[in-house]
């Protein structure tokens, strides 16, 4: 498809439809990751502002629920995450995913904090706990990180998400520091 037929307004409906179909298949997912899946299936290889246009239109007339998701703590700015329901974007996901073996990771950024909680549970289970810094550096390193100094954006989305864990009540603390899931969530 050129970028002229991408842009026409005929092609909206069935353009519309395959971004519900990109997120239904691989929600959490990023804005910035279905536009550019969406790019890529229909063959257009560079995109500008236009398509960025187009493809946030196609997006918004999807009306797939989504949240904004900052790593950086500032409010009202940062990352469209789009989910296939709205149930899913309030708790702890049950799954979490790596990137295939020698391949690159996603950017922090496109890994919603719901999903690395769930990575960090299943890491504090697994090492029947740890320390907050270590529980951060293993869950990075989980996710595909070689990274974890904390400047880095992988290093905040971890952070984020222990916090958010705690917040769900699905982790505790013991008397010696060590983070281990709760007993209500194992």
């Not at 239904?24 to 890529?40: G, I, K, N, R, T």
Request: hydrophobic content about 40%; proline content about 4%.
């Amino acid at each position: 498809m050129s970028a002229e037929t991408f842009c026409d307004p005929l092609y909206t409906k069935a353009l519309t439809e395959l971004v519900t179909k990109i997120v239904q298949a691989e929600a959490p997912v990023s804005f910035d990751v279905v536009s550019a899946e969406m790019l890529e299936m229909l063959g257009i290889l560079k995109s500008s502002a236009k398509l960025k246009a187009r493809c946030d239109y196609l997006v918004r007339n999807s009306r797939l629920p989504f949240t904004l998701q900052s790593l950086d703590g500032e409010e009202g700015e940062g990352t469209k995450i789009l989910w296939a329901d709205q149930a899913s974007s309030y708790g702890i996901l049950p799954f979490y995913r790596v990137p295939v073996i020698g391949g690159k990771p996603r950017k922090a950024s496109d890994i919603a904090v719901q999903e690395a909680a769930r990575a960090v549970i299943d890491i504090a289970e697994e090492q029947l706990g740890l320390p907050r810094q270590s529980l951060i550096t293993e869950t990075a390193k989980t996710l595909g990180f070689a990274r974890t100094a904390s400047t880095t954006d992988c290093y905040k989305l971890c952070e984020k998400a222990v916090d958010f864990a705690f917040n769900q009540d699905a982790l505790s603390i013991d008397d010696n520091g060590f983070i281990t899931p709760s007993n209500s969530f194992v």
